[in-house]
């Protein structure tokens, strides 16, 4: 396959470099479809951010089923890449394409089914602002299919040793948003101004054309690995080592999600700018951990792939670059959060209660980046080696401490919305040390690659 790298052989900071760079390229891709996506709402005011904010938890939900395939799907391949081993590499991308559309098509019927009871959950107390985060999960929910297969097809690729189709593809896609969202949102000519509908559509657009390509580049060029037959002649057994790998970290996103969600409830308790101000914060906190998540593919890839050819060593050493990586680039988003806070918030919302609250969100989280950072990273490195249990159980356990934390800071001990952001804060820094921890005794036990379901 043309572009694709062989993660076994060679030097491998060059490897894990020349591999994460695009993946890493990729996570900024994600995160401008979010970003635009708010610099243009913004412009409508901060009940329009609400409304996408509020809605944005289900989509961020969604995360969780596509990671049954997404997780499943880049470990297998890797593994079986490095076993060179052609006929279990096309079973196990099939078995991952299968479970995600079947899942999409499933998730976005529940969307649109119960668009208004999903908003109403969160109490808002603005009935335009529930309205509005209705019709914003209708519209998703039409075209859910596109938003689950591209982060399924990225990770195959990346899977397969090749990071840079994925980037090229995902790019084009948020092209076409930052093209329509003005459009769409704000109106231009004889286009009306739909505002949350309009970031909607263009949203599901871009991520349709994103698969579009997907699909043209597998059929003109990778059919040594995609020419399946989808849905006919099914092999469960494959189905059910995605599920075994991926479960764990479906649950672990889904209840993160979960947590967020009821973190969300305790912080509408002061209003919908709040809430606007949560949104946006998580959105621009977003750089540091998804880039950490990019790096963290790119190890998880490697570490799989010399995992199914058996060279320890090479696990070993990628997992000290990663972790190298994730002190890096940590310690430079603290700065930048901790220090640039207010001038970074007010190119998002410029309203003076919303900057004083956002900017406080940015330099408290800002603490937290480098923990964030490293449980990332080691979670990828685990992840490589099909070891996704402990991995979820660390990120359940302490993301959920974060509500009765948030409770007794904000309410008990009367530090309001700022007793939130520390509970928050406080939770990155405890799973970062126990991460590490544990990658560490696994390694001076010399536990650190086995064999496992």
């Known amino acids: 396959m043309a572009g694709r790298l062989d993660l076994t052989e060679g030097r491998i900071a060059d490897k894990l470099i020349r591999l994460a760079l695009p993946i890493m390229g990729t996570s900024f891709i994600n995160i401008g479809y979010n970003v635009v996506d708010m610099l243009w709402v913004g412009r409508a005011g901060s009940s329009a951010v609400a409304a996408v904010g509020t809605a944005g938890f289900y989509t961020w939900l969604a995360l969780a089923f596509i990671a049954i395939s997404r997780v499943g799907g880049e470990v297998k391949v890797a593994q079986s890449m490095g076993d060179h081993n052609l006929d279990e590499t096309r079973a196990y991308i099939k078995a991952a394409i299968e479970i995600n559309i079947v899942l999409a098509i499933l998730f976005g019927a529940v969307l649109i089914i119960f668009n208004r009871p999903l908003i109403e959950l969160f109490r808002l107390g603005d009935e335009h602002v529930t309205q509005q985060g209705s019709t914003y999960l209708i519209i998703v929910g039409l075209g859910m299919v596109f938003y689950f297969i591209n982060p399924v097809f990225t990770a195959i690729f990346n899977?397969?040793?090749?990071?840079?189709?994925?980037?090229?593809?995902?790019?084009?896609?948020?092209?076409?948003?930052?093209?329509?969202?003005?459009?769409?949102?704000?109106?231009?000519?004889?286009?009306?101004?739909?505002?949350?509908?309009?970031?909607?559509?263009?949203?599901?657009?871009?991520?349709?054309?994103?698969?579009?390509?997907?699909?043209?580049?597998?059929?003109?060029?990778?059919?040594?690995?995609?020419?399946?037959?989808?849905?006919k002649n099914i092999k469960l057994s494959y189905h059910k080592e995605l599920f075994i790998l991926g479960l764990p970290v479906a649950i672990q996103s889904g209840m993160f999600t979960g947590f967020s969600m009821c973190i969300g409830v305790i912080v509408a308790r002061w209003g919908p700018v709040a809430i606007a101000v949560q949104k946006v914060g998580n959105q621009i906190e977003s750089i540091a951990y998804t880039t950490a998540d990019g790096m963290a593919s790119s190890v998880s890839a490697f570490v799989g792939q010399n995992y199914g050819a058996g060279k320890v060593d090479r696990i070993e050493k990628g997992a000290k670059v990663g972790i190298m990586f994730a002190i890096f680039w940590g310690a430079l988003t603290m700065c930048l959060l901790v220090f640039g806070a207010d001038f970074i918030f007010k190119f998002f919302i410029d309203e003076p209660e919303a900057r004083r609250i956002g900017a406080n969100y940015l330099m408290i989280l800002g603490f937290g980046e480098i923990f964030q950072c490293l449980e990332i990273i080691v979670t990828g490195v685990l992840r490589g080696l099909g070891r996704t249990y402990i991995t979820s159980a660390v990120s359940i356990i302490f993301t959920g401490a974060r509500i009765p934390m948030a409770l007794l800071l904000s309410s008990v001990l009367g530090m309001g919305l700022t007793g939130v952001w520390v509970s928050i804060s406080l939770s990155m820094g405890i799973k970062g040390i126990v991460m590490l921890s544990v990658y560490l005794t696994y390694k001076r036990k010399g536990k650190l690659v086995e064999k496992t379901s």
Do not use: H, W
Not at 173 to 199: C, E, K, Q, R, T
């Open 159 to 231: 899977g397969l040793g090749d990071s840079k189709t994925p980037f090229i593809i995902n790019t084009t896609g948020l092209l076409v948003n930052i093209f329509l969202d003005p459009v769409l949102i704000l109106g231009f000519g004889p286009v009306p101004s739909m505002g949350v509908a309009g970031a909607a559509i263009a949203t599901i657009t871009a991520q349709a054309c994103a698969t579009l390509i997907f699909i043209y580049k597998i059929a003109k060029k990778e059919g040594i690995y995609f020419k399946i037959r989808y849905f």
